[in-house]
């Protein structure tokens, strides 16, 4: 039994490795590359600890080139899902009771082997099946999920610490409980990190969890859960199940038992999940949380008193990086007129230099998007921008998907500032560009605020403090991750809580405390130490 205060010190965020020429980490993912290219590997579903083979199979397939086999996947059916169910509320039994600081333990455990000995293999994996160069694999599959899982550890310590006042003869209490039921955690291909989060800070609070990865993201998911084990996460607290969507999540949230849901995905999904725990809410034991993140169409407004140097730089980041597949990813900008013509040269110089390819080239910027669903939806923007008299695509627009799925950056300009591509989530490397006359900057504000219903992320270049002021004022309720002078991408656990309201969802900011609160409940108890045995008060004694 603990019989002592413990205490998580607060951590740094992981430093990322750079993968310098001649450098041990770039040799290392290297011949990890060349390792995982050469094994098909067989994931099964795993329920209770045990791996199950259900014969009904999906394939992935690396996005950069059809023919590179990675994995064959089981899909769980309903005999799975129900077992996952009771596993879940079997071992929630012990592992709700298990100390907090004990539970921390496993999942610090998991920190440091992602750090070390996994590192090149979660970067290595996320490489290959979800088509990230070096970097963006480093800042995510790496450094991300080791933050999320460090600091969570941090921050639920902070939770505990936070304790009511208690009067002479008292004392007050709060203890926090994890939910009651399971939750079921619904993953994103796009961040290798946020696939670990959504299982993981739930089940850290004292909450077992039912994980559905993503199917164009299992390979990597399925490697992080193996960590997980190893870390000594007992059997049933996270019960991992690929496949359908629609049958599992159509098995799962009419359960009684649902505590929560954690979800990163599309607003059409959420808001089905939403819809299908409001209309069974008479059925479960409590209010189920949800917890969601959804999509975005992300603003970046330049102001004419900005500095034009950094914008193209901005500009290239924040749209191009992951092939613009991150829910952060700008792809709507607002430019005056009178610093269009030096940002356009730039902007489409600095694109132009962009490589496309491999991620096994570590020369390369761009590399594939995920899959075919996503490149037919991506390059229909564009065909419709170039078909379009109020579209111009100024740069890239071309695409290739004979041996991977590879789009071009593209940029497109339009005089239209409610154009198809300037409201419209595209999830792709495709930014559109509206030219505003310089004293419109009030207009404009306007116009972004109210273009598009979502409310993730969105950045303001000015040097005027007051049109800075502005911006944060009239943008409000735009972005719940709001940049100043820099692109609207990059969040990094502690320092900038991820998180959006309106479309884009509730705005739980992983990556503090906030976010583990919601897989808490609280009970207060009071002990009193000498008890009234009286019922009267003092008003009583006279008429």
């Known amino acids: 039994m603990s019989n002592a205060y413990f205490v998580i010190e607060k951590p740094e965020n992981e430093p990322i490795l750079t993968y310098r020429e001649g450098s041990s980490e770039k040799k290392e993912v290297k011949e990890r590359l060349q390792e995982l290219k050469k094994e098909v590997l067989e994931i099964p579903v795993i329920v209770n600890g045990e791996e199950i083979q259900t014969g009904n199979m999906g394939k992935r397939t690396s996005p950069e080139d059809h023919t590179l086999l990675l994995a064959e996947y089981h899909k769980a059916g309903s005999e799975e899902i129900e077992k996952a169910i009771e596993a879940s509320m079997e071992a929630k039994k012990e592992w709700a009771h298990m100390p907090w600081e004990e539970r921390a333990a496993i999942f610090l455990k998991a920190a440091d082997l992602v750090a070390g000995p996994y590192r090149a293999t979660i970067n290595a994996a996320t490489m290959l099946g979800q088509g990230k160069n070096i970097h963006q694999a480093e800042i995510d599959a790496a450094c991300e999920l080791i933050d999320f899982l460090r600091f969570n550890a941090y921050f639920m310590a902070e939770i505990m610490k936070d304790q009511p006042y208690s009067p002479d003869n008292t004392w007050n209490r709060m203890e926090y409980r994890p939910l009651d039921g399971f939750i079921f955690a619904v993953t994103p291909f796009n961040f290798t990190a946020i696939a670990g989060n959504l299982p993981t800070a739930p089940a850290m609070a004292g909450n077992t969890v039912i994980w559905k990865p993503a199917s164009s993201a299992v390979y990597s998911a399925y490697f992080f859960m193996k960590i997980l084990e ?234 005027d403090r007051e049109a800075v002021i502005k911006a944060q004022r009239v943008l409000q309720q735009a972005a719940g991750n709001f940049y100043i002078n820099d692109k609207p991408t990059g969040s990094i656990v502690n320092q900038q809580p991820f998180g959006g309201a309106r479309a884009s969802g509730t705005n739980d900011k992983a990556g503090s405390k906030l976010n583990m609160q919601r897989w808490l409940s609280a009970r207060a108890i009071k002990e009193t130490y000498d008890a009234p045995r009286d019922y009267r008060y003092p008003c009583m004694e006279a008429e």
């Open 230 to 463: 190893e870390a000594g996460l007992p059997k049933g607290v996270i019960n991992f199940l690929p496949g359908s969507g629609s049958e599992i999540g159509g098995k799962i949230l009419p359960h009684r038992d649902l505590a929560g849901v954690h979800f990163t995905g599309s607003t059409k999904t959420f808001r089905y999940m939403w819809e299908t725990v409001g209309k069974n809410i008479s059925g479960y034991r409590n209010y189920p949380r949800i917890v969601g993140e959804t999509g975005g169409k992300d603003f970046v407004v330049v102001h004419p008193s900005a500095d034009t140097r950094p914008i193209a730089t901005a500009l290239v980041r924040g749209a191009f990086e992951y092939q613009g597949q991150k829910c952060s990813a700008a792809s709507r900008a607002y430019i005056p007129k009178s610093l269009w013509p030096e940002i356009k040269e730039e902007f489409i110089g600095l694109t132009r230099e962009l490589k496309v390819g491999s991620t096994q080239d570590f020369r390369n910027f761009v590399n594939p998007v995920i899959d075919k669903p996503a490149f037919e939806k991506i390059t229909s923007y564009i065909d419709y921008a170039k078909e379009s008299e109020e579209g111009k695509v100024l740069y890239g627009g071309t695409y290739d998907d004979s041996k991977g799925y590879f789009v071009d950056p593209t940029i497109i300009e339009t005089t239209n500032p409610r154009f198809k591509t300037m409201v419209e989530e595209i999830f792709g490397p495709v930014i559109t560009i509206f030219v505003y006359e310089d004293d419109q900057y009030d207009e404009i504000l306007r116009e972004c605020d109210e273009a598009t219903d979502y409310g993730l992320t969105g950045s303001i270049f000015a040097k």
